[in-house]
């Protein structure tokens, strides 16, 4: 930091030295208290001390740059001729807040010190001032108990210690026999400075400074030594706010809100932050200060009745509203106070917003021309539209239940969406109960392929293990199911059908209540409330015309549409979600995974003789059974899809998932095959494997087995025959999972083109088709450009990708992949947030040099990460064809992608707006470079 740097900008009486663009710099809060003064709003004056002040603070041992005490004196200055008081003035006191004020906000996480500048003696100056003795010394011991618990450190660190002031406090009233604060007398107050004092004396071993000046200094301090505070450290790791932003301080002139009748104070949204609807909304209370809201001591009235208490004022703040409206071109949270029938303005932001709220905001915005629809677009986060696609806990209810005690505990959110059923420990049973009407939760140690139909008859899913892309996650996912999943601190046992979480222990038929947006577990049944986007697209209950939020839904959707490249497929494997797939507006199926077909009825029978078979016949033989089902299985999705590509993936799971392993279902195959038991029980003893995900699965399935390859691309290309037949262009893009080596790919390609000569011979009809791979392994990715003289496209398989690349259990990793986020080891988990630095690095190799090969080569995505918004952004910028997620991810995929083409878009034209200038700019430049060369002559 040069000495010659600027460290305070002043704000206030209609200028400001900074400007809104400034956050990084200034904070949000500074930021916009700089905008509001320049765009004349009233704002009581004062200065902010930057950021950079605060990085500088931690890497030098607490200490301040040289110069900042001047320019603070300087500025503080400033503010004294404008108000026409002094810093320390016994008649005029000048008091000033004191306020942190980050990048991005973080409400309530740092400190805040009001009314600082009082002491003995200006106390009495302002009791004169304010003709109110009784305020002034309110004031003084509010400013003595904050300034002992903020920087002085008296505050409670523990749940059980209590406030010291505010022992001292109760004591006073109890003895004076009054209930509230505000009943107590002035002589009562000023024995409570004197107590205070006292308290802060015995507890610190100094006496609590009298000089305004360095109670400033102790504030500054306070408020940047907050930034590193417990709580504002694990606010930024849940809101990924990186702790080198740091926090400026900014020092304002108070303005009093409880000075009497014709004063108050309240906070209000330019739009309805729940709802977006265009209403002013906000409260207010007469007669108090701003902590007097937000402390709920006293009930707040509605903000338009403040149309009737102070007409003035409020037709001043709807005059405000729309000139923040027009400026910000977005809906704003204030902070307003009322002095003396002066209006005050004390904060404006960004306001919050529900998921709702956001898109009805964005949408409207643009109807209103405020914002261009392409802004729209850019105004959502995409995950937002999960509480539009979803089912959501009554918000009032939820809160409900946790105040009540009610919250269990929280594992990885998996499957947006919330879900109240009861408990069920066996998939069969979830099945059994679903059937009969009963709402279920399906609680697992783990699932398991052989859990899907009960999966699918349950409310929510509830696992014990697993990370982002367990089989629980992925499939409840595609299923969109609520889905919460590594609930470490959960015990299950199934055989006994309890569940044990923090010493309680919960039974089979026990409600409980989970929300897989967050990951909270929840006891007892929360109320829910339906979507009405599902209500249109899939349930037809709703006439689309009826329902505002699906309109705006659609809206937002074609403006996307409008500007995304990316196509964006689904990851399905049955009709029913192929047809969802397309609602959601779907182009093509990027992943069937065709292993859940084997688990059902009668197919996993005929599965198992086939894998316990010792001649190539038996296993024919086997497999023959399973051909139609599947072929049906493929006509179903066929249809569904219509002339949409689809993905169909080869075997690809570990056999041991497939193997019978109680002695029940090993007689069963024994009775159905005719295979003595001992030998089935022998033989499953002999494909146990160690390490099943590096072992025999993907395309070593096939290679062992071609048979398996042969029945299923058989099944695939009859099926597209039909349905063709049917004049359905069916378009099946045969893909084979886990390839290392271009030699595996071959062996499996040739077996597939062998198989539709045939079949095209014997139905009389050709079907195109394309035969690719899944990039999976790293050795993959770094021989694409062989890998792709024979696959005609590549689908990168980033769950496997990322486990293989890190090195790291998909399935195990929920253990200890939380702890490495929480200490910022990795940026988030892996296997939910592409790993754009290492995973992304061999994506990209993988595109390049599988184009270098084959220049059409068309390149997908079909990991979980196909639906997350920052690695759709990556997949849209390392120019991949399509990402490829669960249907009900689709919407959030194709929003972000619109997201990705449109922050590309911006880039290009700012990037070409800078090429044009240097012209301009080259003189100075050039005169730049000879001096610096006249120096160094
Ligand atoms: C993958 O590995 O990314 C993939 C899609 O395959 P699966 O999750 O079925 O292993
Ligand atoms: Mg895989």
Redesign the pocket.
Known sequence: MSSKQKFVYSFGGGTAEGKGEQKALLGGKGANLAEMARLGLPVPPGFTITTEVCTWFYDHGKSYPKGLEKEVAAHLGRIERQLGRKFGDPLQPLLVSVRSGARASMPGMMDTILNLGLNDRTVEGLAKGSNNPRFAWDCYRRFVAMYGDVVLDLKPVDKRERDPFEVILEKKKHARGVKLDTELPVDALKELVREFKAEIRKRTGHSFPDDPMEQLWGAVGAVFGSWMNERAIVYRQLNAIPSDWGTAVNVQSMVFGNLGDDCGTGVAFTRDPATGEDVFYGEYLINAQGEDVVAGVRTPQKIATLKDRMPAIYRQLLEIRKTLESHYRDMQDIEFTVERGKLYMLQTRTGKRTGFAEVRIAVEMAEEKLITPEEAVLRVNPDSLNQLLRPIFDPAKKREAIEGGKFLTRGLNAGPGAASGRIVFLAGDAFEWAARGEKVLLVREETSPEDIKGMNASEGILTARGGM?SHAA?VGRQMGKVCVVGCESIHVDARARTMVVKGKTFREGDWISIDGTTGEVIEGKVATMPSEVLQVLLEKTLDPRKSHVYHRYAKLMGWADAARRLKVRA?ADQPDQASNAVAFGGEGIG?C?TEHMFFGEGRIVAMREMILADTVEEREKALAKILPMQREDFIGIFRAMGPRPVTIRTL??PLHEFLPHTPAEQEEVAKQSGIPVEKIARKVADLHEMNPMLGHRGCRLGIIFPEITKMQARAILEAACRVRKEKIAATPEIMI?LVGHVRELEDQTQLVRDVAEEVFRAEGIKVPYLVGT?I?LPRAAVTADEIATVAEFFS??????T?TTFGLSRDDSGKFLPEYVRREILPADPFEKLDQGGVGKLMAWGVTWGRVTRPNLKVGI???HGGEPSSVEFCHRTKLDYVSCSPFRIPIARLAAAQAALKEKAAEKAAKKKAKKPAKKAAPRRKAAKRKGARRR
């Open positions: 892309t992925l990851n992943l995974r690809d799971p999972p899944m999976e990168f398989g980033t769950n496997d990708l486990q079909c990991g979980e």
